[in-house]
């Protein structure tokens, strides 16, 4: 897809503030760091509509992205930094199981995982989640230009191994640097809006 229109509609922090439209949303978890503001912005052609390389201890919001008038785009707050309170990370469960929980427009979850590591515990506890509540899930394995290339098929199948990868879901090979997988990942997308 061809973006000429993306605008941020909100920063939530409660259910109330959600977008009372009914466009499908394609909602991105992952891991802090891991490339998903990049992601974004790849995708959309935009340099920085989606903040990138955020910090800890800044406000956990879900943003929600209007795209061409379309969908929505539902950037949920990065998990799994060591040093969150448990305050924090109380927070962010709940946060993320308020949208989850009951939010009819959601159609599709994009999972982002580093592609140059073995899935994090927060990782796979994502993973898991969305498979018991029965999301269609897209896996974007970030960072691509760093892994070396000669393991790139063992390092996939460790990946898929490693979650218990469910065939029926996608598995896009992604990297902001190369734009490795955008029409892929487009594809994908594209088939829940
Ligand atoms: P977020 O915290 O998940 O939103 O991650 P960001 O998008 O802010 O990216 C975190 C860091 O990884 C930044 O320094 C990015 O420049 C870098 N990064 C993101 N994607 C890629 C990629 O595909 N390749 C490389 N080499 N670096 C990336």
Redesign the pocket.
């Known amino acids: 897809m061809k973006v000429h229109a993306a605008e941020i509609v909100i920063s939530a922090v409660s259910k109330k503030q959600y977008p009372k439209s009914a466009l499908a949303e394609v909602a991105l978890a ?10 974004i ?1 790849t995708l959309i052609d935009r340099k920085k509509l ?5 910090k800890p201890g800044r406000t956990q919001t879900i943003n929600f992205y209007l795209i061409e008038n379309k969908f929505h785009f539902v950037d949920l707050p ?1 998990y799994g930094y060591a040093k969150v309170s448990k305050q924090e990370r109380a927070k962010w469960g709940e946060m993320i199981d308020e949208y989850f929980a009951n939010r009819k427009q959601l159609q599709a979850v994009v999972s ?1 995982i580093d592609m140059r590591h073995d899935p994090s515990e927060g990782d796979i506890q994502m993973y898991d989640f969305l498979k018991y509540y029965n999301f269609p899930v897209i896996v974007v394995a ?5 892994a070396a290339k000669n393991k790139r098929e063992q390092q996939i199948s460790r990946i898929k191994e490693i979650l218990d990868f469910d065939e029926n879901d996608r598995f896009v090979v ?5 734009k490795e997988g955008k029409e892929e990942a487009w594809k994908a997308i594209e088939e829940f809006i």
């Open positions: 992952g891991r802090s760091n891991v490339g998903k503001s990049s992601f912005n989606a903040r990138t390389s955020s990065g982002l970030t960072k691509a230009d760093k992604f990297s902001t640097v190369t």
